[in-house]
């Protein structure tokens, strides 16, 4: 009864971030509003992280696979109506596709939307000794809207796979939830490290920051890969 009239009444619901934790509260809610729902029709739902604005427009990776189309629909929400969808990107079209590192761009009319970023660690920015904590984003099963989880990132590994040329991935001590394809893997500071892809056996496999960054500056989109500092 107690449950209903919560439901009713609209309480909020149970809390998105991880206590107690290095990555502050304020960081992870905007890792989970910089964090949209990214689908296509008659596919699976995925996840895809804000990683800047430039001339009217924002731009977003998620996984490579949850992109297999010219245009994905994307849907937002913010902090005073998490987890309801609170408006949803026009004509978001993807302008980078990168299978290897399982990787895809897409950029979005802002449509005088102001939105969350999370940037991408500069390079040379990223962990270097094992194990780390680190932060996954993303939109598990039937939930709305994202949610921060608490991992360990175990190493890097060069990762061969059927059909696919061979690339980095960081290797995490838990599997990545159905929904959370594409998520980001985020450090204690909050910076983009990684971005979900796959699991092999009880773990889990992320893009890796080196494949992001290399992929960005190759194809025109450098902009979005900050200095070196």
Excluded: C
Aim: glycine content about 10%; charged content about 20%; cysteine-free.
């Amino acid at each position: 009864m107690l449950l209903l009239l919560s439901v009713l009444l609209g309480a909020p619901p149970t809390d998105p971030t991880v206590a107690g934790a290095a990555l502050s509260i304020d960081d992870q809610w905007q890792a989970i509003l910089a964090s949209p729902r990214v689908s296509v029709p008659g596919g699976p739902t995925a996840t895809g992280v804000v990683i800047g604005v430039k001339d009217g427009f924002g731009y977003l990776l998620t996984a490579s696979h949850a992109a297999p189309f010219d245009q994905v629909a994307v849907a937002f929400t913010d902090r005073e109506r998490y987890p309801r969808h609170v408006w949803f990107a026009k004509t978001a079209e993807v302008v980078g596709r990168w299978p290897d590192p399982d990787v895809a761009l897409v950029r979005f009319p802002l449509e005088n939307h102001s939105i969350a970023v999370v940037t991408l660690a500069p390079p040379g920015e990223r962990p270097k000794s094992f194990p780390v904590e680190v932060f996954s984003v993303g939109i598990s099963g039937n939930d709305q809207a994202a949610t921060v989880l608490r991992n360990t990132l175990l190493s890097k590994e060069f990762v061969r796979r059927d059909g696919k040329g061979p690339a980095f991935f960081w290797k995490t001590q838990h599997p990545s939830q159905s929904g959370r394809s594409g998520g980001a893997l985020v450090d204690a500071r909050g910076r983009l490290i990684g971005l979900a892809s796959a699991n092999r056996g009880p773990h889990g496999y992320y893009a890796h920051l080196d494949e992001i960054q290399a992929a960005l500056k190759r194809d025109g989109f450098g902009w979005l890969v900050p200095p070196r500092p």
